[in-house]
T-cell receptor, first 110, second 112 residues
Framework: QQPVQSPQAVILREGEDAVINCSSS?????VHWYRQKHGEAPVFLMI?????EQKGHEKISASFNEKKQQSSLYLTASQLSYSGTYFC???????????FGQGTILTVHP | DAGVIQSPRHEVTEMGQEVTLRCKPI?????LFWYRQTMMRGLELLIY????????DSGMPEDRFSAKMPNASFSTLKIQPSEPRDSAVYFC??????????FGEGSWLTVV
């Protein structure tokens, strides 16, 4: 079953923050976040395993609430390069078959 | 290390023709996935293989679609006959257990 992402689209100015959410109705083993720019393949950002951990990558971090089957991606002090479509992929077991959300379109303006 | 390699990158074909998409996964990865991406349906998993064996093909839309993985370094996705609604970007991706999925650059298919 496809995870649900919110919001569907976000428009920011450089330097502003954003949060993208990903929710599943099924128990999750892991959540994977990707960013895709127009005409390119999705690029891996980070993976979160069950255990409620939070991870960071420069100004992009994420959390995973195992009990709520939710993950959030946090983008702080956004840059123009952050523009793109963000996907969460969820896996119910450890072997990694991912089901992707519908994507969140993030646009950062100067 | 080379990433996932797909060919062709772009293909335009006429309705009714056979289309074959090719993929070379990352060496050492034991899972291979075929995804299709469209504006309407997003990223859909079509089929995946583990150690060259098809595990789940429930996402394959219909019998016109078939996929094979004859060895650990090569897979094909075939559409025969192709239809305009098959127009999409087809991504191949691979994974090693404990890691994440890495996508190829995609094959952009247009059926006219």
């Amino acid at each position: 079953q496809q995870p649900v992402q919110s919001p569907q689209a976000v428009i920011l100015r450089e330097g502003e923050d954003a949060v993208i959410n990903c929710s599943s109705s099924k128990a999750l083993y892991s959540v994977h976040w990707y960013r895709q720019k127009h005409g390119e393949a999705p690029v891996f950002l980070m993976i979160l395993l069950k255990g409620g951990e939070q991870k960071g990558h420069e100004k992009i971090s994420a959390s995973f609430n195992e009990k709520k089957q939710q993950s959030s991606l946090y983008l702080t002090a956004s840059q123009l390069s952050y523009s793109g479509t963000y996907f969460c992929g969820t896996a119910g077991t450890s072997y990694g078959k991912l089901t992707f959300g519908q994507g969140t379109i993030l646009t950062v303006h100067p | 290390d080379a990433g996932v390699i797909q060919s062709p990158r772009h293909e335009v074909t006429e309705m009714g023709q056979e289309v074959t998409l090719r993929c070379k996964p990352i060496s050492g990865h034991d899972y291979l996935f075929w995804y299709r991406q469209t504006m309407m349906r997003g990223l859909e998993l079509l089929i995946y293989f583990n150690n060259n064996v098809p595990i789940d093909d429930s996402g394959m839309p219909e019998d016109r679609f078939s996929a094979k993985m004859p060895n650990a370094s090569f897979s094909t996705l075939k559409i025969q006959p192709s239809e305009p609604r098959d127009s999409a970007v087809y991504f191949c991706a691979s994974l090693r257990v404990g890691n994440t999925i890495y996508f190829g650059e995609g094959s952009w298919l247009t059926v006219v």
